[in-house]
């Protein structure tokens, strides 16, 4: 079993930067693929970006392509979410989903492929 917590989220004016974190316990998460997903009010459960089990792959959504990147540290059992230039529409409650399996497909834009999930860290941008 795998628990996961987010932590980082917070208040941030239009055109910051956050770093999300995504830390793993219950059992290492190395080789396993991880996402981030994100919900907005009234919004349903929105994929964001992917990176592969052994970190050399990462897949991002068109809207926060150029804006937002992935990373991973299998050491500190960590999965990293960078996000800059944030605009308003970017609110939400930010969340890490892992899946066991390592490599991406189009499935993984879907919350269902995914295995454990965190409880979410709310991202404010607001002037």
């Known amino acids: 079993q795998v628990q996961l917590v987010e932590s980082g989220g917070g208040l941030v004016h239009p055109g910051g930067s956050l770093r999300l974190s995504c830390v793993a316990s219950g059992r290492t998460i190395s080789g396993y693929g991880v996402a981030w997903f994100r919900q907005a009010p009234g919004k349903e459960r929105e994929f964001l970006t992917f990176?592969?089990?052994?970190?050399?792959?990462?897949y991002l959504a068109d809207p926060v392509k150029a804006r937002f990147a992935i990373s991973r540290d299998d050491a500190a059992n960590t999965v990293y979410l960078q996000m800059n230039s944030l605009k308003p529409e970017d609110t939400a409650v930010y969340y890490c989903?892992?899946?066991?399996?390592?490599?991406?497909?189009?499935?993984?834009?879907?919350?269902?492929?995914?295995?454990?999930w965190g409880q979410g860290t709310q991202v404010t941008v607001s002037s």
């Open positions: 990176i592969t089990g052994n970190g050399r792959d990462t």
């Open positions: 989903a892992v899946n066991r399996r390592p490599y991406y497909t189009k499935s993984n834009r879907q919350i269902e492929t995914y295995d454990y």
